[in-house]
């Protein structure tokens, strides 16, 4: 069973930091795409990030660049996003999902409907 495990949320101030981690263990790491997307209340599913399999190319969506970093580590088949000076706007559930289409083009995998696996979720919470 493919299954991805997302933690690290939690409540932060404004201005601090969080690492999430995506466990991916089950998947060939060299068949997908890795990204993140978050879902504030009220609002659809945003993409934020997204990495191809070998760490060299990376993609942001335009409100995280400067302050969070996509990355991997294959060895130990986990995807991270660091998130560096938090603002409350960046309150939301946080999903780390794999796409079989970004393998070869991660500018393809930046919707939610390129995605073929998905984490549970993780709650990160910025305070003013």
């Known amino acids: 069973q493919v299954q991805l495990v997302d933690s690290g949320g939690g409540l932060v101030q404004a201005g601090g930091s969080l690492r999430l981690s995506c466990a991916a263990a089950?998947?060939?790491?060299?068949?997908?795409?890795m990204g993140w997307f978050r879902r504030a209340p009220g609002k659809e599913r945003e993409f934020v990030a997204a990495?191809?399999?070998?760490?060299?190319?990376?993609h942001y969506t335009n409100s995280v660049k400067g302050r969070f970093t996509i990355s991997r580590d294959n060895a130990k088949n986990t995807v991270y996003l660091q998130m560096n000076s938090l603002k409350p706007e960046d309150t939301a559930v946080y999903y780390c999902?794999?796409?079989?289409?970004?393998?070869?083009?991660?500018?393809?995998?930046?919707?939610?409907?390129?995605?073929?696996?998905w984490g549970q979720g993780t709650q990160v919470t910025v305070s003013s």
């Open positions: 999902a794999a796409s079989f289409a970004g393998a070869t083009d991660i500018y393809r995998a930046t919707t939610a409907n390129d995605y073929d696996y």
């Open positions: 089950t998947l060939t790491y060299t068949d997908y795409a």
């Open positions: 990495i191809n399999w070998s760490g060299g190319y990376t």
